[in-house]
């Protein structure tokens, strides 16, 4: 990967299948509405694996999810996001002989990410057989500019013959998805999802219509073909496939480009998505393809304006952080029928599910640089509200909503409820979020239309869920996020995050009703006086376990009385453990897949003393296994908090590498998006010391002693602000909008233009 012009390549890259299943996940396109593997347009081998695929974000199916006891309340269907359409397939002829990278000599190769530009680029030359060279360049994008569109750019250059070129170009309405019974974290089954229509052309387009089998959506792939020179054309339909084939003369030196436009649009956003795809369509062709690559450009470079993180003194570091944020751009969904998957758009890993991953490692992100997509994946939860209701209902719940665990529609899909719809923090994380939304941009209209609802009914839940006992408030039988351990009473992380949203249903209370804000939420769910007060009582009593000896916080109430896991002696084939041991074992043990109380201390810092989070944190240290790719971007974060430098760093590491270095695994399955998110967070969060709280922002600046420099910009209401860090210290500046008042080490100052300051001891503040 350049630094200097945001390029991750490749080049003579391997044809080993694993490898190429990897770079399907690495080189994908996408656009926060839909996403495209990397696949060869060609194909691979009969034998070869791939998960070919292009996704809709928040396009479903229901999918049955029997349970071996149907007990009262379990999941028993699920939703997963579809494989929509197969419209990337090109086959090329030079005469008779099929172009394969897999037969003939590939003399030179290359894959290209451009994130400047917003493309993918696959570079070959090739011999045939025959001997015919040829260079073959295939630029792809997904438009963030118009989201329904993806285009392939097929360029073909006959570098030692002239003769004929035959391309072949498909649009394959019935696909499957991709399904792995060896892996919990993948489908298990195959069905077909999606019933397409046959394949029929309108003004030389290809068009499908597809209807899903149990949710009733519907979806529609429009394509279009163009070549660069006159041809000879042919057009082929059969079922639900349809084909044009182009035939031209190419003299020696000469380039001929196919250019294959393709638009997806589906019956959540559009009332008649055929009709929707055909529109678009015929505006993208409208204009050339150079006008979609230009548009492409302006929408990143003011991306990166807002957004980019520099780091100097390690580039390849430096790169693989770019390569995150990008990601990040690429997954999200940008209106509120959408949020943001686990793989983001990349591939079918947990059947494109929506988690807390949302609000608590990525929602950060965008609410420090892109305000309004924090904005909509917000309302993407409010528009769920009433399935987060209903799902209290199933629960037992007489008040209140619960959010699910996991879902694309508002349903729960987690089939398995201990390490599933038992995680009730989703509600305190998500409350969390609204939260932070507010304290950075003071948006009271958007808190009184949607962000108060969220909170007085996650607050209701909690009163339900939960009860006094002994003069405290209990929570029992819940999951925190530690995946290793559950169905606990008093999970410290969720009794901590069920305090600040109790205190904050207050809050809100009274902030909307001194702005003549309230009447219209309160009316609409009945909100008491009394309710108040209850949350009031709950917050105030809350109970949050504490050693005294230890001077930590237990993770739960019996955590400390259970039997530690040596890490140490547990084979590394043996990682992650939930893939080698009953869920029971590990729940008998005291072992974290991932960091639980540490990211409580994170979120929440000022609920206990430096002193406790610091013993709590070399505590748990020795018991997790970071088995989840949410936890060593936390214990970065907390290590800088606690003054840990060398450990911060390498926890760092570990993170921001994970998806190029491929260190779980599993990343031909789908990118970790809130890994990625958790990478930032790392650097801003933990580096940058950042903290929002109700006083306003607050940052403790620290630099590695393995960079020179880093700086990163963040939003702060109208003002946007860059943090410079670097051996001469911190440089705070404005970069636009209206003062503000900030604390750097805990220190306030007004930031009218530009601050300069030395920089601290790590921790110091």
């Known amino acids: 990967m350049d630094e200097s012009n945001y390029v991750y390549e490749v080049s003579d890259f391997s044809l080993e299948n694993d490898e190429l299943m990897l ?3 690495l080189f994908h396109n996408a656009n926060g509405y839909l996403g495209v593997r990397s696949n ?11 998960i070919r695929g292009e996704y809709i974000n928040g396009f479903y199916d229901f999918v049955e999810m029997k349970q071996a006891e149907s007990l009262c309340g379990l999941t028993e269907e699920k939703q997963t996001m579809l494989n929509v359409a197969d419209t990337q397939g090109i086959k090329l002829y030079l005469g008779d002989e099929e172009f394969s990278m897999f037969a003939g000599k590939v003399l030179k190769s290359s894959r290209v990410l451009d994130m400047e530009k917003g493309v993918t680029r696959r570079s070959v030359v090739w011999r045939s057989p025959g001997g015919k060279e040829v260079e073959i360049t295939i630029l792809r994008m997904a438009s963030f500019v118009m989201l329904p569109l993806f285009t392939i750019e097929y360029r073909v250059k006959a570098l030692n013959f002239s003769g004929t070129l035959r391309f072949q170009s498909t649009h394959i309405g019935s696909v499957l998805n991709y399904c792995d019974p060896s892996d919990p974290r993948v489908a298990n089954e195959t069905f077909q999802h999606l019933l397409s229509a046959k394949a029929e052309f309108v003004d030389n387009a290809s068009v499908i219509s ?7 959506l519907e979806a529609a792939s429009a394509v279009k073909n163009l070549l660069s020179k006159p041809a000879k054309e042919e057009r082929l339909k059969r079922d639900s496939t349809a084909a044009q084939k182009f035939t031209a003369e190419a003299e020696a030196g000469e380039t001929v480009t196919l250019t294959k436009y393709t638009v997806l649009c589906d019956s959540i956003r559009y009332p008649d998505c055929r009709a929707a795809a055909l529109e678009h369509l015929e505006q993208a062709c409208s204009v050339p393809l150079a006008h979609w690559y230009r548009m492409q450009e302006q929408y990143l470079k003011k991306y990166w304006e807002s957004c980019a993180v520099h780091v100097k003194g390690n580039d390849e570091l430096s790169n693989a952080i770019t390569y995150n944020l990008y990601q990040l751009i690429q997954s999200v969904g940008k209106d509120p029928h959408s949020n943001i998957a686990a793989k983001g758009l990349s591939g079918e890993g947990y059947e494109g599910h929506y988690f807390w991953d949302t609000e608590m490692y990525i929602q950060p992100y965008f609410l420090l640089t892109q305000p309004q997509i924090a904005k909509n994946l917000i309302e993407y939860r409010y528009t769920t509200l009433d399935a987060a209701r209903e799902n209290a209902r199933i629960l037992g719940h007489k008040n209140g909503a619960l959010f699910p665990w996991r879902t694309i529609m508002g349903k729960e899909c987690s ?16 409350a969390y979020s609204v939260i932070n939304y507010y304290l950075l941009t003071k948006d009271i209209e958007f808190i009184a239309r949607c962000g108060a609802e969220i909170i007085f009914e996650t607050a209701r839940l909690w009163l339900d869920v939960g009860n006094d006992c002994g003069g405290k408030f209990l929570i029992n039988s819940v999951t925190g996020p530690d995946e290793y351990t559950c169905l606990v009473n008093n999970n410290y992380y969720t009794n901590v995050l069920a305090q600040h949203n109790l205190n904050w249903a207050v809050k809100f209370y009274e902030l909307l009703k001194t702005k003549e804000l309230l009447t219209p939420v309160r009316e609409k769910i009945g909100l008491k006086e009394a309710e108040i007060s209850g949350f009031k009582h709950a917050a105030e009593s809350m109970y949050l376990p504490y050693d005294k000896g230890m001077d930590i916080n237990p993770q739960d109430d019996s955590f400390l009385s259970k039997a530690v896991w040596d890490l140490k002696k547990t084979p590394r084939q043996d990682f992650p453990l939930l ?13 974290c897949k991932q960091a639980d109380t540490v990211l409580a201390h994170f979120v929440l810092e000022d609920a206990q003393t430096l002193a406790t989070m610091r013993h709590s944190f070399n505590y748990y240290e020795r ?5 989840s790719s949410l936890s060593t971007c936390i214990f970065s974060i907390m290590a800088s908090r606690l003054g840990m430098p060398e450990k911060a760093y390498d926890y760092f590491g570990k993170s921001s590498e994970l998806d190029l270095f491929n260190t779980h695994k599993n990343t031909k399955d789908g990118i970790h998006t809130a890994n990625m998110g958790g990478t930032y967070m790392a650097i801003v969060y933990g580096f940058g010391g950042l903290r929002i709280k109700e006083d306003g922002l607050h940052l403790a600046p620290a630099l590695p002693k393995q960079w020179e420099e880093y700086d990163f910009k963040i939003h702060d209401e109208d003002s946007l602000i860059q943090v410079l860090v670097n051996r001469r210290g911190c440089e705070i500046s404005l970069l636009s909008g ?15 233009d530009r601050l300069q300051l030395s920089l601290k001891e790590w921790g110091k503040v």
């Open 415 to 430: 089939g398995y409820f201990p390490s599933g719809s038992a995680q009730y923090h989703i509600n305190g994380d998500i």
């Open 738 to 752: 209206t003062e503000k008042m900030i604390f750097i080490y805990g220190r306030n100052y007004l930031l009218r």
């Open 40 to 50: 060869f347009e060609e194909g691979y081998p009969i034998d070869f694996q791939s």
């Open 623 to 627: 018991v997790t296994t970071h088995d």
């Open 23 to 25: 770079y399907e996940t």
């Open 579 to 591: 893939l080698h041991y009953h869920p029971l074992y590990l729940y008998r043990h005291q072992v």
């Open 210 to 216: 597809s209807r899903t089998s149990k949710s009733s």
